[in-house]
């Protein structure tokens, strides 16, 4: 009963919040003009984590959610040309409730350079893995969520894109994962 309440709550927050989700394309949808194309691998073992970008030039504010099945992990997304800032790490919840318009729970900030992204290019973002866990205590049931991994595999990624999503074979690819801190200080891992 209480991991059913747990779901209703979660799938109604996540239908509350899609507004500013950026919603990833299929392989057979067609190339909207003007826009560039975010991709990765962006996969967690279950549901309530993303991360938040910043559009400077629009002062919009979009997430990426993080994928529950490792084989469609490969998320592209279409986002509007401007200069950009990976902002947070987010977790659906962190031991508090969730509340007014802090909809994702406790952000972790992401640091970052700024970086440009242009109309009919790809932007590849880095592979990353996060983990949940989940414990009952007594009548209470916590769950946190942790990343695990972030890896730079663009010649990888590039290549399962360019495979699966052949309307986007012909755009040129940049590697802006190299922007963020942890890349910088853990190495291409």
């Known amino acids: ?112 350079e700024d970086f440009q992204m242009e109309a009919e290019k790809l932007y590849y973002f880095g592979d990353w893995v996060g983990v949940t866990t989940s414990v009952y205590e007594g009548k209470n049931y916590k769950k946190s969520w942790n990343l695990a991994g972030l890896k730079d595999e663009f010649e990888d990624s590039l290549n399962n894109l360019k495979e699966k999503y052949q309307n986007l074979s012909g755009l040129d690819a940049i590697n802006v994962c190299e922007h963020l801190e942890l890349i910088k200080k853990n190495g291409k891992k």
């Open 1 to 112: 009963m209480r991991n059913s309440i747990l779901l209703f709550l979660t799938v109604s927050i996540m239908i509350s919040c899609s507004s500013v989700n950026m919603k990833a394309i299929r392989p057979d949808e067609k190339l909207k003009p003007g826009m560039a194309y975010v991709f990765g691998n962006f996969y967690i073992n279950d549901i309530g984590m993303g991360i938040r970008l910043k559009n400077f030039d629009t002062g919009k504010i979009f997430n990426i959610v993080f994928a529950t099945e490792k084989n469609n992990s490969l998320i592209i997304i279409p986002v509007t040309p401007g200069t950009y800032n990976f902002g947070e790490l987010l977790f659906l919840f962190n031991d508090n409730p969730i509340y007014g318009d802090k909809p994702w729970g406790d952000p972790r900030k992401l640091e970052s």
